[in-house]
């Protein structure tokens, strides 16, 4: 009597024991869950402050509080990353973005349903998370070109991306790990486009819902409008009056031009001043720096800054055997060849040397490569003989050339003081040349995911390889493109997933389900799975969720002699549902800093709409996976 009450007092105290490391794994989830709708401290502190507490408790080790910086999902994201970054800067997330912009016309509406679909697309066949990463820039140029809040358009995207998930078989991992489990116990896996009517259905009601539910998004576009705003070519234009101030010509085949230098024809005597020439080299067009013992060529393009609007630029063309070509689309001075060539602000400063002297004196072509097309002066520009007028302290001069010579004249010289760059200089594409060459690269990537050669992990890693082998990124840019915040905050939450599991309470909470649910109807336990699914899905992956789950869900359909494909389906996706918090995926931790959204704007929009898909789920799956 007294050996049994000894043990029975011992298994008590040991599962006392394990019953208070649940609880302690519980209260510290619990705080922070509060720090992150309290939001303060920052998302990516509370991860830090997370996986310096959780060892404290005596379930998992340090070096497994730290697993998540060598788990290959985390690499895989952080080089993702960089793969969006070869895409911004080839143009080729900007001509996407521009793409959707046009065929939207601006109309937020039309934005937001052509956003999301083209998210969804493209994620049934890729990663959710890599097509966030790569449309991330793509959603903050659409908000550039119309003026909407990025907020309106992150959280579409992020759910459009979830939503991904339930298109294909492919589109996510939890889908293949229900189906291994489905094949394991004996049935036949699911096809590559069973889940597919799900999804469509899901897609339609999330478009329909965000076209809602955004009026309820932050506006965070009033934050953005306070901050000084950066000049643009069209501010100046306007300022210095460049309007028609710039003409293009094409050199003729009979053109007087041809055999001569730059210095044996000077242009500036005929009223016009040479800024560039566009030459085809190699079945492509270059732009060049003019210098004084150029040559001229056949077909090439010049343009030509003209100060005088008295100046008859037929006569010239006739004179010398050249075209002259009409600017497209009513472009403003040097616009539509910002990619090349650019303008500058800079002040005369006290001790400058070109204090006194005139424009042509100070000799700045000469010296910088750089033109000097415009003179102002206390509230005004000086509009007619500004270059032969002398500079005085504090004048203003706006000058043009090569954004090359723009940036080293800021480090070379002490005559002038360079004011903000304008805005067109932020969106110069460092590697535009190679867009075909980060497209393919992109497509060799997806394929090899879609076939699986490789692991995601090593195929992102030699495509971001390849991209820095045909120079679209470097070094540095790929350091910068990674977003360490939201990194640090998923590796600082999955230590979690390690120390429910071990204590016990991943399997509580599966074990009360199947005594919940018993004899019930089949929706009901279908309900149920997609409702615990969810919820674990807050706390832990959502591929950790469907190991969990995938088991559990056949085994029910199994004890109530049902056919196990429509519980699976449940599992399946309830997994890809976790629209309810900023942590509950990765695909919307990514948007919570671009979208400047707090942790209850996940709540306020995702809880409704995760009630609602599973409403959806729970009358659809008995119409298309009979019992």
């Known amino acids: 009597m007294t050996q049994i009450t000894i043990g029975d007092t011992a298994t008590d105290l040991a599962d006392s ?59 895989l994201i952080a080089v993702l990353f960089v793969m969006g970054e070869g895409l911004v800067r080839t143009g080729v997330a900007r001509n996407v973005g521009d793409w959707i912009n046009q065929k939207a016309g601006g109309n937020e509406t039309k934005l937001l349903v052509l956003l999301m679909l083209a998210v969804a697309g493209l994620g049934s066949v890729m990663s959710s998370t890599a097509i966030v990463a790569i449309f991330i820039p793509v959603v903050f140029r659409i908000c550039s070109n119309t003026g909407i809040s990025p907020s309106h358009l992150m959280m579409p995207m992020s759910f459009a991306a979830l939503i991904s998930g339930m298109l294909t078989l492919i589109s996510t991992a939890p889908n293949l790990v229900v189906n291994s489990e489905l094949m394991r116990q004996g049935e036949n896996g699911l096809g ?13 009601l999330g478009v329909v819902y965000m076209l809602f539910a955004r009026k309820w998004l932050p506006d965070n576009s009033s934050k953005s409008v306070k901050k000084k705003r950066k000049p643009t070519f069209k ?4 300022k210095y009056d460049l309007i028609n101030r710039e003409y293009r010509v094409k050199v003729l085949p009979d053109s007087l031009l041809l055999g001569y230098k730059i210095n044996e024809l000077d242009l500036k005597y005929e009223g016009f001043k040479l800024l560039a020439v566009e030459r085809k080299d190699a079945n492509k067009q270059v732009f060049i720096r003019p210098t004084k013992i150029m040559d001229f060529q056949v077909d090439d393009i010049l ?41 500058i602000e800079a002040i005369i400063p006290a001790e400058s040397d070109f204090v006194g002297k005139t424009v042509k004196e100070a000799r ?34 706006l000058i043009a050339g090569f954004w090359e010579d723009i940036k080293r004249i800021g480090q070379e010289t002490d005559e002038l003081v360079l004011l903000n760059l ?26 090899t995911m879609i076939t699986g050669i490789l692991p995601n992990v090593h195929a992102v890693i030699l495509g971001c390889l390849a991209m820095g082998l045909f120079r679209i990124i470097d070094m540095n840019s790929a350091y910068n493109s990674i977003s360490w915040k939201s990194l640090v905050l998923i590796v600082g939450m999955m230590p979690f997933s390690i120390a429910l599991q071990r204590t016990g309470g991943v399997e509580m909470a599966a074990d009360g389900l199947i005594n919940l649910v018993g004899e019930s109807a089949p929706w009901v336990a279908i ?20 190991v969990l789950m995938a088991p559990i869900a056949i085994k029910m359909a199994y004890d109530l002699e049902l056919s196990p494909y429509p519980f699976a389906m449940a599992v399946i996706l309830a997994a890809s549902s976790a629209f309810m918090t900023p942590v509950s995926s990765p695909v919307n931790t990514l948007v919570v800093a671009p979208g400047g959204y707090k942790f209850g704007d996940f709540v306020k929009i995702g809880v409704p709409f995760t009630i609602i898909v599973m409403i959806i789920a729970v009358f659809l799956i008995p119409l298309i996976l009979p019992f």
């Not at 920052?42 to 060892?55: E, F, N, Q, T």
């Not at 590559?192 to 339609?204: D, E, H, K, M, Y």
């Not at 309900?527 to 469907?546: C, D, M, P, W």
């Open 17 to 75: 024991g394990f019953n208070f490391k649940l609880v302690l794994v519980l209260a510290l989830l619990a705080i922070a869950i509060a720090m992150f709708v309290k939001n303060k401290p920052r998302m990516d502190a509370v991860g830090i402050i997370m996986i310096a507490a959780l060892p404290f408790t005596g379930i998992i080790t340090v070096e497994e509080t730290l697993i998540g910086f060598s788990d290959p999902n985390i690499v």
């Open 192 to 204: 590559f486009f069973t889940i597919t009517p799900f999804g469509l259905a899901i897609l339609a």
């Open 235 to 238: 501010d100046w234009i306007e």
């Open 303 to 343: 343009f030509l800054d003209v100060r005088n609007h008295e100046i008859d630029l037929k006569t010239f063309a006739e004179k010398y055997g050249v075209e002259k070509i009409n600017l497209s689309g009513g472009k403003g001075y040097l616009t539509s060849i910002s990619q090349e060539l650019g303008m």
């Open 364 to 397: 700045l072509r000469s010296e910088s490569g750089l033109t000097v097309i415009g003179l102002w002066r206390g509230d005004h520009a000086i509009l007619e003989g500004f270059l032969e007028k002398e500079l005085n302290v504090g004048d203003t001069i």
């Open 422 to 447: 304008p805005i067109e200089f932020e969106e110069v594409l460092p590697a535009a040349d190679k867009a075909m060459h980060a497209v393919v690269i992109l497509g060799l990537v997806v394929l």
């Open 527 to 546: 309900a149920s799975l997609f409702f615990i699914t969810a919820v674990l899905g807050l706390f832990i992956s959502n591929t950790a969720t469907a």
